[in-house]
């Protein structure tokens, strides 16, 4: 089920906006959220709602899980045919088997729970849901060397 009010937008502004709805929140904990463009960026037809609602919910995480002081890279990169987002932080690493299990509805990790008592479950459920509606996919890396980095995709057609 493809979404709706897609139409033409720069995915430059749709990162910024929300970075800068954000950044008080990470500023509250004197973490600094750092985006890197290595790729030229062409307009794309997309859903901003569902775009907003998937950045904003793995962006929250990465800011809640990442320790004070520290710094959320933002990095957006590219393939033949679509745009690869990925946020990276230093916070607590998501065990293997749970990688797959935080995508789902009201799933939470040990670990979560004990940072963030009262989050719902839903948010890596609901960014998962928009990013497939706008036609990409999100997964998740999570290794000592270079800590937690979600990745999500957007066709560039």
């Known amino acids: 089920e493809m979404a709706k009010d897609r139409e033409l937008h720069d995915?430059?502004?749709?990162?910024?906006?929300?970075?800068?709805?954000?950044?008080?929140?990470?500023?509250?904990?004197?973490q600094t959220i750092n985006l890197t463009i290595e790729s030229e960026l062409k307009k794309i037809i997309i859903s901003p709602f569902l775009f907003n609602e998937a950045f904003k919910n793995i962006l929250v995480n990465a800011i809640d899980y990442a320790p004070e002081k520290s710094e959320i890279k933002v990095v957006v990169t590219a393939?033949?045919?679509?745009?690869?987002?990925?946020?990276n932080n230093r916070?607590?690493?998501?065990?293997?088997?749970?990688?797959?299990?935080?995508?789902?509805?009201?799933y939470r990790s040990e670990e979560a729970r004990k940072i963030k008592p009262e989050g719902s479950g839903l948010g890596l459920f609901i960014a998962k849901t928009s990013i497939e509606a706008n036609g990409g996919k999100i997964w998740c890396q999570s290794t000592g060397e270079s800590g937690t980095t979600f990745y999500f995709t957007v066709p560039k057609r």
């Open 79 to 87: 393939n033949e045919n679509y745009y690869i987002i990925s946020l």
């Open 91 to 106: 916070g607590p690493l998501i065990p293997e088997l749970e990688r797959s299990r935080i995508f789902t509805k009201f």
């Open 11 to 30: 995915l430059l502004e749709l990162l910024n906006s929300t970075i800068a709805i954000l950044k008080p929140e990470a500023e509250s904990k004197r």
